[in-house]
C-alpha cells in the first residue's frame, strides 16, 4: 500500500514545485493516497490500536467465561464459577498470542483506515498550500483533520478539511476545488505547531532550515501550558 504512493511521490512533488500537478489528475491522486496513508499510518493510530487491546481483551474474558459453549482445546466443559473464569481466561491468552497479537491488529487497522479515508477523499479537490515566508516542519504523526470552530484531529465526519506539509514550502489540504493558495505566516506557524504538539518522538525539517529554536519553544510553551 505505501510502496506505490512512495515510487510516485517524487514525480507529484515535482508537478507541485513547477505548479502542473492541478493538470493531471494522477498526480493528484498521488497526494490524496499520501495523505491516506500518512493518516492511517500514524504513530497515533497505532497507540490507539494498543491502548484499545486490553480493554477489549477484558471484555472478551468476561463473555467467554458466561458463553455456553466454553470449553477447552481438548473438549473438557469446565464445571463452577472458579473452573469457567480461568478456562475463559486461558482461552483468551491463547487468543492474545494468535490472532489478537498487536502486530496483527495494528496494521489491520491501519489498513482500514487507510480505506476508509481513501473512499472518502476521492472526491475532493486537492489544495497545495504555498508558503512564500518560512518553512514547514514535519512531525512523525503529520496528517490531521481540521475544523475552524472545533480545532485539530476531529472526527472525520466533523472535519472541514484534512492536511499535511509535504515539503519545506508546501502543504496539501483536501477541499472542494483543486487549488494553489499562499499560506500567510499565521497559518504556516499554525501548522507547525501542530506537528510538534502531535508528534509521537519526531519532528524533522530540511537541513538547510534552522528550525530548531522554533521546535525548542514550541515544546517550552506547550510544556508550560
Same mark, same amino acid.
Given at each position: 500500500?505505501?510502496?506505490?504512493m512512495?515510487?510516485?511521490?517524487?514525480?507529484?512533488?515535482?508537478?507541485?514545485?513547477?505548479?502542473?500537478?492541478?493538470?493531471?489528475e494522477?498526480?493528484?491522486?498521488?497526494?490524496?493516497d499520501c495523505?491516506?496513508?500518512?493518516?492511517?499510518?500514524?504513530?497515533?493510530?497505532?497507540?490507539?490500536?494498543?491502548?484499545?487491546?486490553?480493554?477489549?481483551?477484558a471484555?472478551?474474558?468476561?463473555?467467554?467465561r458466561?458463553?455456553?459453549?466454553?470449553?477447552?482445546?481438548?473438549?473438557?466443559?469446565?464445571v463452577g464459577?472458579?473452573?469457567?473464569?480461568?478456562?475463559?481466561?486461558?482461552?483468551i491468552?491463547r487468543?492474545?498470542?494468535? %490472532? #489478537?497479537?498487536h502486530e496483527?491488529? *495494528?496494521?489491520?487497522? +491501519? $489498513?482500514?483506515?487507510? &480505506?476508509q479515508?481513501? /473512499?472518502?477523499?476521492?472526491?475532493?479537490?486537492?489544495?497545495i498550500?504555498?508558503?512564500?515566508?518560512g518553512?514547514?516542519?514535519?512531525?512523525?504523526?503529520?496528517?490531521?483533520?481540521?475544523?475552524?470552530?472545533?480545532?485539530?484531529?476531529?472526527?472525520?465526519?466533523?472535519a472541514?478539511?484534512?492536511?499535511?506539509?509535504?515539503g519545506?514550502h508546501?502543504a496539501?489540504a483536501?477541499?472542494?476545488v483543486? %487549488? #494553489?493558495?499562499?499560506?500567510?505566516? *499565521?497559518t504556516?506557524? +499554525? $501548522?507547525?505547531?501542530? &506537528?510538534?504538539?502531535? /508528534?509521537?518522538?519526531m519532528?524533522?525539517?530540511?537541513?538547510?532550515?534552522?528550525?530548531?529554536?522554533?521546535?525548542?519553544?514550541?515544546?517550552?510553551?506547550?510544556?508550560?501550558?
Open positions: 500500500t505505501w510502496q506505490p512512495e515510487s510516485s511521490f517524487p514525480e507529484s512533488m515535482d508537478a507541485v514545485l513547477n505548479g502542473t500537478v492541478l493538470d493531471d494522477r498526480l493528484l491522486d498521488v497526494l490524496r495523505l491516506a496513508v500518512h493518516f492511517a499510518r500514524s504513530n497515533t493510530i497505532e497507540r490507539f490500536a494498543w491502548s484499545a487491546r486490553e480493554p477489549l481483551l471484555d472478551a474474558v468476561a463473555t467467554a458466561d458463553h455456553p459453549l466454553l470449553a477447552s482445546p481438548e473438549g473438557l466443559v469446565p464459577s472458579e473452573a469457567r473464569a480461568a478456562m475463559a481466561q486461558r482461552t491468552e487468543i492474545k498470542q494468535t %490472532t #489478537f497479537r496483527a491488529i *495494528a496494521p489491520e487497522r +491501519m $489498513i482500514a483506515i487507510y &480505506q479515508v481513501r /473512499a472518502r477523499s476521492a472526491g475532493n479537490g486537492v489544495e498550500l504555498v508558503a512564500n515566508e518553512e514547514f516542519i514535519i512531525g512523525d504523526t503529520p496528517a490531521h483533520t481540521f475544523h475552524p470552530d472545533r480545532g485539530i484531529d476531529v472526527a472525520w465526519d466533523e472541514m478539511t484534512v492536511f499535511m506539509p509535504i519545506r508546501h496539501i483536501l477541499g472542494p483543486g %487549488t #494553489f493558495s499562499d499560506v500567510d505566516p *499565521a504556516m506557524d +499554525m $501548522i507547525n505547531r501542530v &506537528q510538534v504538539a502531535t /508528534a509521537e518522538g519532528v524533522a525539517w530540511h537541513p538547510e532550515a534552522n528550525m530548531e529554536d522554533y521546535v525548542k519553544q514550541v515544546l517550552s510553551e506547550l510544556r508550560s501550558s
